[in-house]
T-cell receptor
Framework: EPEVTQTPSHQVTQMGQEVILRCVPI?????FYWYRQILGQKVEFLVS????????KSEIFDDQFSVERPDGSNFTLKIRSTKLEDSAMYFC?????????????FGQGTRLTVV | GQSLEQPSEVTAVEGAIVQINCTYQ??????LSWYQQHDGGAPTFLSY????GLEETGRFSSFLSRSDSYGYLLLQELQMKDSASYFC???????????FGKGTKLSVIP
């Protein structure tokens, strides 16, 4: 069964450092997303990406964040200068359609710990 | 703005039926999805309602009433492995994102 894969599963970084979280979406999907979940809280939308550009972003997704699809398979989330409050589980997701209620497939997540 | 309300915790007995409710206030409402998340795991899609009525997928069913801004997830023949958090999530027209509720932690007991 196709799946979304994320690496690393866990990353610890010092405050102020840059981190890149990596994702390989399902191969025939066209829409890609990043969500985050602070421990014990709800899943929050960060950004969606379609046709090599950001299609929508939330207030959380400020100038510290950026996304890229560098090679046609990987989809990355970069946080330029991490803050303590960036500590969370980051989920990548993909779907075959974006505008309808079709299933979004989530990866297993990267747990980011900023110290 | 948007808001979704669902109970924080529910406990049910193995083999029983449980209903998890979700009420929402959303402008431009398009559809309601349900996701399951085990501790430390990824959200997994369960069901989607775009129109009023009941959608059935095996032991899981989901219902939507757009006029009442209300939906529920029904889990039948509960199994221990159903112990997890269940999130309702709203999709708005013209938007790509899912807005999740805070989740309902279901505990299935013997």
């Amino acid at each position: 069964e196709p799946e979304v894969t994320q690496t690393p599963s866990h990353q610890v970084t010092q405050m102020g450092q840059e981190v890149i979280l990596r994702c390989v979406p399902i191969s025939n999907h066209l829409y890609f997303y990043w969500y985050r979940q602070i421990l014990g809280q709800k899943v929050e939308f960060l950004v969606s990406f379609y046709n090599n550009e950001i299609s929508e972003k939330s207030e959380i997704f400020d100038d510290q964040f950026s996304v890229e699809r560098p090679d046609g398979s990987n989809f990355t989330l970069k946080i330029r200068s991490t803050k303590l409050e960036d500590s969370a589980m980051y989920f990548c997701a993909s779907s075959s359609e974006g505008g309808r209620g079709t299933e979004a497939f989530f990866g297993q997540g990267t747990r980011l710990t900023v110290v | 703005g948007q808001s979704l309300e669902q109970p924080s915790e529910v406990t049910a007995v193995e083999g029983a039926i449980v209903q998890i409710n979700c009420t929402y206030q959303t402008s431009g409402f398009y559809g309601l999805s349900w996701y399951q998340q085990h501790d430390g795991g990824a959200p997994t899609f369960l069901s989607y309602n775009g129109l009023d009525g009941l959608e059935e997928t095996g032991r899981f069913s989901s219902f939507l009433s757009r006029s009442d801004s209300y939906g529920y997830l029904l889990l039948q023949e509960l199994q221990m492995k159903d112990s997890a958090s269940y999130f309702c999530a709203v999709k708005r027209a013209g938007s790509y994102q899912l807005t999740f509720g805070k989740g309902t932690k279901l505990s299935v007991i013997p």
